[in-house]
């Protein structure tokens, strides 16, 4: 994790090498993620909804509890960004 000095932090996650990633994130911190993913989805941003035993969608928001909640989306070239709440 790095911190900038504005209060902002950037996590970048390893992978053990050699490594093919599956995926790409960006993660935007949120203090009021109900009211970001209602904002995003009224200018029409499409939610990724998931049921994953532990980790389920409800309102586009997944909380998994002790860590926070988040929601997912696709930028334009199907790079997964999120917005997250820790808790």
């Known amino acids: 994790m790095y911190e900038f000095g504005s209060g902002e ?3 970048i996650y390893g ?3 050699p490594s093919k990633a599956d995926h790409t994130q960006l993660r ?7 009211k970001d993913v209602k904002e995003l989805a009224a ?3 499409v939610f990724d909804e998931l049921d994953m035993g532990a980790i389920k969608t409800v309102d586009h928001i997944a909380t998994v509890p002790g860590i926070g ?3 997912w ?3 334009p070239d ?3 960004l999120a917005l997250f709440q820790s808790e």
């Not at 935007?28 to 109900?34: L, N, P, Q, R, V």
């Open 9 to 11: 932090t950037l996590v």
């Open 15 to 17: 992978r053990p090498s």
């Open 28 to 34: 935007f911190w949120s203090t009021a993620i109900e």
């Open 43 to 45: 200018a029409g941003v």
């Open 69 to 71: 909640r988040s929601a």
């Open 73 to 75: 989306f696709k930028d």
């Open 78 to 80: 199907g790079n997964t």
